[in-house]
Every structure is written in structure tokens, then in C-alpha cells.
């Protein structure tokens, strides 16, 4: 009912608040067998680790996970490896101010899921937004890094980039630069241009968004034909991020002004000769590249004055302040990549079990039928 699970094979709770004690994952349903080390989730999380640049946030959190449950090191053996059991993450807060959210527990921030939680619960936690706060992703994060490792077993890869932020577009698609700037963006010229781009709106107190694609290595056959189509469940998932507030798979909304003949990849015996449709088609993976795009909102968090209301239905203003991102955009990026390897594996795992079964009739039936 609370809808803090996703998946149904490899199902993901996360847990905590901005401000709270910590935060974290239970992961069930993850298969034995996988090598798992913090160290290894760490690197996923650094990525997203706010304080980095300029422009974002000067919360300094370290992230640093711990593995509570569902490794173990056999005997004799080099590495940890999953059991089976539930693996359960836990990142504590160490850089939390709350008395800097105090002059707002009243006040209801344009942008925010203040006004809807109040609508909703009767009852929110004002400080840093509680389970509305980019914060709580950091959960999905170390939850994506250990899906990764499940992916990484069927050659499967995921990586994301930013191609737009505040209106500079990236014109290349060059992979090998996006961790050569800390947009992740693989067009070096662009990236430069969004560093200005920042520079000038952080000078106005203002704040900016952008696109992320996300590209992923993929077999054929993953995803189901009506409702859990993949390219649903991959929209579905981005768009369970707060900050996302659209996605497009393939040619996306420019499907909408194309032929039908430009739109169709045509197939040749070596395989598709174009993937508009974004290596989805009917709802299952088609072997192609899985290209998704996920359009990311401004922080609403701005040092301008707005216009709003208090608890009491009063008209007041604010300047919220605080210590806020000028974007989401770098660090929203590893979190749709981990959004789209959590999907993947979920249905990665409804695949084998499908394939297992079959396997197993087919053989009973032609037993019976001899």
C-alpha cells in the first residue's frame, strides 16, 4: 500500500528519511552466488555523493555503505558472496542540519511534495523533505550496484549520460568522455557549456534542468507482452524518481512527427538497420541497444522570493535557501542507471524462471507422449 517496494523477483524496499538517523535498502530475491563487497556499492554511490562541484550541494555526506546481512565468505574462499537471503544496506547520515528547515515547518515550498504529503498523511517531516528528499535515492543507488552485479553475469551493461542541462544539448554521443567531466556528458564541448550554464543561473539564485539518456546492453526476450511491457516498467521506474517529470524510449516524442517508413527499423539478416523503436518492440527486448530518456525538472529549492501558504491557508512568501544543487543533473544520473539494472534484473529473473519452466514441460510432455 505504501509503495516503498519495486519489482517482483528482485524486489527492493528502501528505508529512511533526510534528516533521520540513515538510510537504506532491502534487497529479496537477489540469487546466491554473486560476488558483493562494499566496495564494490561504493563506487555506484561516489558517483551521486553530494559536495563534489560547484553548484551542488555543500552537504558533506560520505555515503559510506554497510552490508548488514546476505553475504557471507565460504570457507577457504577469496570473496564475499551473495547467500540468497535478504541483503540489507545502511548509509548513515553524518551531515544533517535540521534547525535549517526549522523556519519552514509551517510553510508549504512551491515545487515540493510538502502540500501533497500534508494532503495525504495529515502529518509530514519538514526537515530536508523527509522520504520526498533526493536523499532517499541514495538507497536505490546501492540497490542498483548490486544489480549490477547480477547483470554483469549475462554480459548485460548499463550506462547513463547527460545530453542536455539548461538548454546546451549534447551533439555527440562519445562515451569515453563522460567520465571526463562531471556531467557525464559525452560531448567535452558541451560540457563546457554547462559549466558556464551553471555558473550563470547559481549567480541569479535560480536553478535548471535536463535529460538523461540511458543506454543498456540487452538480450532479446526480456519484458512481457500487455501490462509488465519493458518499455512501461522502464518508464515507470524513472518516472519514480521525484525529480523526473517525463521519458521517451527510442525516437520517443519525435515518433509523433514521422512517417511510418522513417519510424520502422528495417531488419537485414545481420540485425536491425535502425533502433528508433529504442530496443523495444511489442514490450520485449529486441536485441538492439535500449535507449531511454528521462527529462529531469529544476530543483525546487530556489533563493528566490515565491509566492505560497502556510498551514493556516495564509498567502506568505519565501525564499527557501538552504543547501541546495543548482540541478539534479550530475548526480540524478546514477540513480535512473540504477532504475533501469534494477528493471532489468527483475525481469531478467522472470525470464530465466519462464525459460526453467519451459524447459522442464517440454520434457515432461515428451515423456508422456512417448
Not at 256 to 280: H, K, R, V, Y
Amino acid at each position: 500500500m505504501a509503495g516503498n517496494t519495486f519489482g517482483r523477483l528482485f524486489k527492493v524496499t528502501t528505508w529512511g528519511e533526510s534528516h533521520g538517523t540513515a538510510i537504506g535498502a532491502v534487497i529479496d530475491g537477489c540469487p546466491p552466488g554473486i560476488q558483493l563487497t562494499p566496495e564494490i556499492i561504493q563506487q555506484e554511490l561516489d558517483k551521486r555523493r553530494p559536495g563534489k562541484g560547484k553548484g551542488e550541494s555543500p552537504r558533506k555526506e560520505p555515503d559510506k555503505v554497510e552490508i548488514l546481512s546476505g553475504t557471507f565468505r565460504p570457507e577457504g574462499g577469496e570473496c564475499e558472496l551473495t547467500t540468497g537471503t535478504p541483503i540489507s544496506l545502511v548509509i548513515f547520515n553524518k551531515d544533517a542540519q535540521s534547525k535549517s528547515y526549522d523556519h519552514l515547518k509551517d510553510v508549504f515550498r512551491p515545487g515540493h511534495g510538502d502540500i501533497t504529503y500534508q494532503t495525504k498523511y495529515g502529518i509530514r517531516d519538514h526537515r530536508g523533505g523527509g522520504r520526498a528528499s533526493a536523499r532517499e535515492t541514495a538507497g536505490r543507488v546501492a540497490a542498483g550496484a548490486v544489480a549490477s552485479q547480477l547483470l554483469k553475469a549475462y554480459n548485460m551493461e548499463v550506462t547513463g549520460y547527460t545530453v542536455a542541462l539548461g538548454g546546451v544539448k549534447a551533439s555527440k554521443r562519445d562515451l569515453a568522455l563522460i567520465h571526463e567531466n562531471r556531467f557525464f556528458c559525452p560531448d567535452s564541448v558541451a560540457a563546457e557549456k554547462m559549466e558556464q550554464r551553471i555558473d550563470e543561473v547559481r549567480q541569479q539564485g535560480d536553478t535548471l534542468g535536463g535529460v538523461v539518456e540511458i543506454r543498456a546492453v540487452c538480450p532479446a526476450g526480456l519484458g512481457e507482452p500487455v501490462f509488465d511491457k519493458l518499455d512501461g516498467e522502464l518508464a515507470r521506474a524513472l518516472m519514480s524518481i521525484g525529480a523526473v517529470k517525463g521519458v521517451e524510449i527510442g525516437s520517443g516524442f519525435q515518433a509523433a512527427e514521422m512517417f511510418g517508413s522513417e519510424n520502422n527499423d528495417t531488419i537485414s539478416p545481420s540485425g536491425f538497420l535502425g533502433n528508433n523503436a529504442g530496443g523495444i518492440l511489442a514490450g520485449i527486448s529486441n536485441g538492439d541497444h535500449i535507449i531511454v530518456r528521462a527529462a529531469v525538472k529544476p530543483i525546487p529549492s530556489i533563493f528566490k522570493e515565491q509566492q505560497t501558504i502556510n498551514l493556516n491557508n495564509e498567502p506568505v512568501s519565501i525564499k527557501v535557501g538552504g543547501r541546495h544543487d543548482i540541478s539534479a543533473i550530475p548526480r540524478i544520473v546514477p540513480v535512473c542507471e540504477a532504475m533501469v539494472r534494477l528493471t532489468l534484473a527483475d525481469h531478467l529473473l522472470r525470464q530465466l524462471v519462464l525459460e526453467e519452466a519451459a524447459k522442464t514441460l517440454r520434457k515432461k510432455a515428451q515423456d508422456d507422449c512417448e
